[in-house]
């Protein structure tokens, strides 16, 4: 766990060179250090003035040597990003000047932080709670801009904001029981079992209706894998190419091009898409072709997702069909491509074909329907986008904790269905508010917390 009383330091920016490095100093002795590696070119006084960029030398206090020009910035304790006091020294981007400089200040008495410790200071000063620390993360890593919303969102408490009505009706509950037990012999206005049961259902409904937002949210927040299988020659490449927008597999009237799989990272309405272009699948005696094959079935067994291309130019071929019977029951959405050319399909065929997952047609060559598929890819993968202030769970450990606490919720409400004593359901009602608790950190432990801020990069 931190220790309140040391000075930390680190580079904040990113490592490596740029125009600005920012260097951050968070704890007691902050201001102090500041001011020993720190010359103001125009005199401040005796304290250093609060949320104010000075100009000035940065310099090495035990050799007087100046290391560079720039800007410091002072945030007093209680109104800075970790509750302590804070100073943020700009400078140079230069690898070589940010090591002089945190060498001078590990010097003067400061420690080097360890990865995510501003950020866990400044969840045990109380400046944000568990949730929001863990979306800075995430924010940092975000590859797409959804993401980076999403993210944002909770850092700005969302998920903290919403959870509390629904732990405070939980707590109404356990306040009526606890009345119940300790005020036995009291006239005191308790909610009936039924109406207390009520409310328990009315707690779960919405917990599950959270949990089933993990789905989405943890697509949204990881990326997800999109296979594109077919026989040969229908088209898949040329699908591969057009979702990327540039030509990354080769494309060729002989069938079989493609013998291996062909992967690229990309995103689709802004959530992050691994694409995997797969070999065409068909009986051959070509022992390489064949290898491609089995890597072909083994990326559909791995993928989330599964675009099944079909030749709509082409009369219905046995080989789509046992294509079809294969991904029976795995998330394909059949895609008709060469909708350039005459149409050899009719429409009860296709719709028989891609049975309830439904179908779309595009022109890989022309680029017709590529912009419309991929809005049925999220559509079909993630299902329909949730209201704007809707909860969305990313989290895979909040989830885990939802889960949880609906478990507990049922088997409180079915101590009271059942008649027994408010202790049984008062132990289930404490064990879920405790998992609520545990989203926030208001119920946590130090090795959690630990196990948590390690994943950071240095420097948050």
């Not at 929001?132 to 904001?161: F, H, M, P, Y």
């Not at 959270?210 to 229908?234: C, D, K, M, Q, Y």
Request: with cysteine; hydrophobic share 45%; glycine share 8%.
């Amino acid at each position: 766990m931190t220790e309140f009383d040391t000075t930390i330091c680190a580079l904040s920016s990113a490592p490596g060179r740029a125009g600005i490095a920012v260097v951050r100093i968070s704890g007691p002795q902050a201001a102090e250090l500041g001011r020993q590696v720190f010359i103001a070119r125009e005199p401040t006084g005796a304290a250093l003035p609060p949320r104010r960029a000075l100009l000035g030398r940065i310099v090495d206090p035990r050799s007087a040597d100046d290391l560079d020009e720039g800007l410091l910035t002072f945030f007093p304790a209680g109104a800075s990003y970790t509750g302590e006091e804070v100073v943020e020294l700009s400078l140079h981007g230069s690898p070589v000047l940010v090591e002089a400089l945190l060498d001078a200040l590990c010097a003067l008495g400061a420690q080097l932080a360890e990865p995510g410790e501003f950020t866990l200071r400044a969840f045990l000063h109380g400046r944000i709670d568990l949730a929001q620390a863990e979306a800075v993360r995430d924010v940092i890593e975000a590859k797409t801009l959804t993401q980076a919303q999403v993210a944002a969102r909770q850092r700005a408490g969302e998920l903290s904001q919403q959870l509390r009505p629904v732990k405070q009706l939980l707590i109404d509950v356990v306040v009526q029981l606890e009345s119940a037990v300790e005020f036995v012999e009291e006239d005191l206005p308790l909610d009936s079992r039924e109406r207390i049961a009520s409310k328990l259902r009315q707690l779960g409904n919405e917990l599950d209706r959270w949990i089933a937002s993990f789905r989405r949210g943890r697509l949204i927040r990881e990326g997800f894998t999109l296979a594109i299988v077919g026989r040969p020659n229908v088209g898949k490449s040329s699908v591969f190419n057009a979702l990327l927008s540039h030509e990354r597999s080769i494309v060729a009237e002989l069938p079989g091009t493609t013998r291996d799989l062909v992967s690229e990272s990309t995103s689709i309405e802004g959530v992050p898409v691994r694409l995997l272009d797969t070999a065409g699948v068909r009986e051959t005696g070509d022992r390489i072709e064949q290898l491609g094959v089995d890597r072909s079935f083994q990326a559909i067994a791995d993928a989330d997702a599964l675009l099944l291309v079909i030749d709509r130019s082409t009369r219905r071929a046995p080989e789509d069909d046992v294509l079809r019977e294969r991904l029976s029951g795995l998330p394909a959405l059949a895609v008709f491509n060469k909708a350039d050319l005459p149409d050899a399909w009719s429409d009860a065929e296709r719709e028989m074909f891609a049975g309830p997952a439904g179908h779309t047609s595009v022109s890989a060559l022309t680029g017709s329907g590529i912009d419309a598929l991929r809005k049925v890819i999220m559509c079909h993968l993630l299902g329909e986008p949730p209201e704007r202030d809707g909860i969305l769970v990313t989290n895979l450990r909040h989830a885990r904790c939802l889960e949880a606490a609906r478990e507990a919720l049922t088997r409180a409400a079915a101590a009271l269905d059942s008649r027994l004593s408010e202790e049984f359901v008062l132990a289930d009602l404490h064990a879920a508010l405790r998992k609520l608790g545990a989203i926030t950190g208001e119920t946590t432990v130090e090795d959690l917390l630990g196990e948590i801020f390690s994943r950071f990069c240095i420097g948050k």
